[in-house]
């Protein structure tokens, strides 16, 4: 198990960019964005050794984004662990009382993953995922 | 650069070292814990690969931990990064206006560090932090 990325609710992408690009030492140029519609958010990932840190901004007032920043203001909004066995870690936490927000191991763009509620992390919304590369 | 470790504020810490365990598959055996009476808190700290995640209880109620957990409830408390310059860094954070802790880099057991303020790091108290090892 390794830690995959660090995911931090913003209210603006590039402030934040420029925020973490000079406290990593990152050139703003070298981080890359991408929109999610499905989530209703705009991400740039700043990739660290072994990890990355994932900025999120919202893309529309009913992101979920919105919300927590609404409730929370910025910050730490989930971390990700990456696994090699997703179902068994499910079925294991399942069987174990974890409250988990899925019924099942949910398939993702390139990777399969799953999330535990915070009440059942410390507080922490924590997801897990296992790349689809590593099945091969 | 790259992430040393996450500080996770929680309310007792034998209950976190068991849901930790648990959702990322380290023995609870395996999990050293120690105080740092200075600060008021009792850590426990899980080593996964290239970083570690430390579950920080208070160990009074005018630790600066209590504060946070009254405040915001148990979650992540800090980010730690590992630098081999913190010198260097200090300086030019300093110098483009980033918010800091203290005057200048503090020395630790064991390593050197100074702390940004959540003001100037989209919400979050992070550290940077040079163990002493790397100076030889």
Same mark, same amino acid.
């Given at each position: 198990?390794? /830690?995959?990325? *660090?995911? *931090? @609710?913003? %209210?603006?992408?590039?402030? !934040? #960019?420029? #925020?973490? !690009? @000079?406290? *990593?030492? *990152? @050139? ?7 929109? #999610?519609? @499905? ?5 740039a990932?700043?990739?660290l ?5 994932? /900025?999120?901004?919202p893309? !529309? ?13 910025q ?8 696994? +090699?066995?997703?179902?068994? $870690? ?5 069987? %174990?009382? #974890?409250? /988990? ?8 763009s390139?990777y ?7 009440? !059942?992390?410390?507080?922490i /919304? ?5 790349? %689809? +590369? +590593? $099945?091969?």
């Amino acid at each position: 198990m390794q /830690l995959d990325h *660090i995911g *931090i @609710a913003v %209210n603006r992408l590039t402030d !934040s #960019v420029q #925020v973490f !690009s @000079a406290l *990593i030492g *990152i @050139a703003p140029e070298d981080i890359r964005s991408r929109e #999610v519609p @499905a989530e209703k958010v705009r991400i740039a990932e700043l990739e660290l050794e072994g990890m990355a840190i994932e /900025l999120m901004e919202p893309m !529309s007032e009913d992101s979920p984004i919105s919300g927590f920043l609404a409730k929370r203001g910025q910050g730490v909004h989930h971390l990700c662990f990456r696994t +090699e066995d997703i179902e068994g $870690l499910f079925a294991r936490l399942r069987d %174990n009382g #974890v409250r /988990l927000l899925s019924d099942g191991v949910r398939q993702g763009s390139g990777y399969r993953y799953f999330f535990v509620h915070p009440e !059942s992390a410390a507080g922490i /919304l924590t997801e897990f995922k296992q790349p %689809n +590369e +590593e $099945l091969i």
